[in-house]
Nanobody, 124 residues
Framework: QVQLVESGGGLVQPGGSLRLSCTAS????????MGWYRQAPGNQRELVAL???????NYADSVKGRFTISRDNAKNTVYLQMNSLKPEDAAVYYC??????????????????WGQGTLVTVSS
């Protein structure tokens, strides 16, 4: 069983900062890409930032220069440092990981795993 557990969401004033964390656990062999997506009410889920195993990153235009994604491969953890937050950044943020893991029966499987989401509210 593979799980992604997020933390770090909350209420912050415009211009403030938050740091999100997401840790993957289970019989994981490898994680290729890890990323953060967000979904605001009435909107589709959108990519915020992505980091692949080699360290290359990709950001949505709306967060470039304000958000930084990083990962600790030894801990199977990805972080999202969010600075200069704006009201339009408010959303449920979801962690995603493209990984390979061993099933209970011992087979190696690929999985596109999602966390449960963490709420970010930006308001004065």
């Amino acid at each position: 069983q593979v799980q992604l557990v997020e933390s770090g969401g909350g209420l912050v004033q415009p211009g403030g900062s938050l740091r999100l964390s997401c840790t993957a656990s289970g019989s994981i062999l490898s994680i290729n890409a890890m990323g953060w997506y967000r979904q605001a009410p009435g909107n589709q889920r959108e990519l915020v930032a992505l980091i692949i195993s080699g360290g290359s990153t990709n950001y949505a235009d709306s967060v470039k220069g304000r958000f930084t994604i990083s990962r600790d491969n030894a801990k199977n953890t990805v972080y999202l440092q969010m600075n200069s937050l704006k009201p339009e950044d408010a959303a449920v943020y979801y962690c995603n990981a493209a990984l390979r893991y061993y099933s209970d029966s011992g087979y190696l499987r690929a999985l596109d795993a999602w966390g449960q989401g963490t709420l970010v509210t930006v308001s004065s």
